[in-house]
């Protein structure tokens, strides 16, 4: 059974970059033809796509959030990083990582960590 688990930095200033890193368990990240996802979803909004990381370790970006961010990973440590730039109070939401097919079919969900960005 493969586990998913975010943690973050919980309260980020505006403007600060935070990084939010999700460990995977019961299975490596580099497993042949599985994809590892960021999603996130802010109070009262649907989920959003904010881009992933493939097997060969290479990443890819929602087209809306490239240029904040950066999605990294340790395969030493089975661990996938998500980090986000120059956040604002919009950038408040439950950060999730899921484990998808080439067709981003999603069969794994962490439990997701809640960032919130305030003054």
């Known amino acids: 059974q493969v586990q998913l688990q975010e943690s973050g930095p919980g309260l980020v200033k505006p403007s600060q970059t935070f990084s939010v890193t999700c460990t995977v368990s019961g299975g490596s990240i580099t497993t042949n033809y599985v994809y590892w996802n960021w999603i996130r979803q802010s109070p009262g909004k649907g989920l959003e796509w904010m881009g992933g990381i493939g097997y060969r370790g290479n990443p890819y970006y929602s087209p809306a959030l490239r240029s904040r961010t950066s999605i990294s990973r340790d395969t030493s440590k089975n661990q996938l990083t998500l980090q986000l730039s120059s956040v604002s109070p919009e950038d408040t939401a439950v950060y999730y990582c899921?484990?998808?097919?080439?067709?981003?079919?999603?069969?794994?969900w962490g439990k997701g960590t809640l960032v919130t960005v305030s003054s």
């Open positions: 899921a484990r998808s097919d080439s067709n981003f079919k999603i069969d794994y």
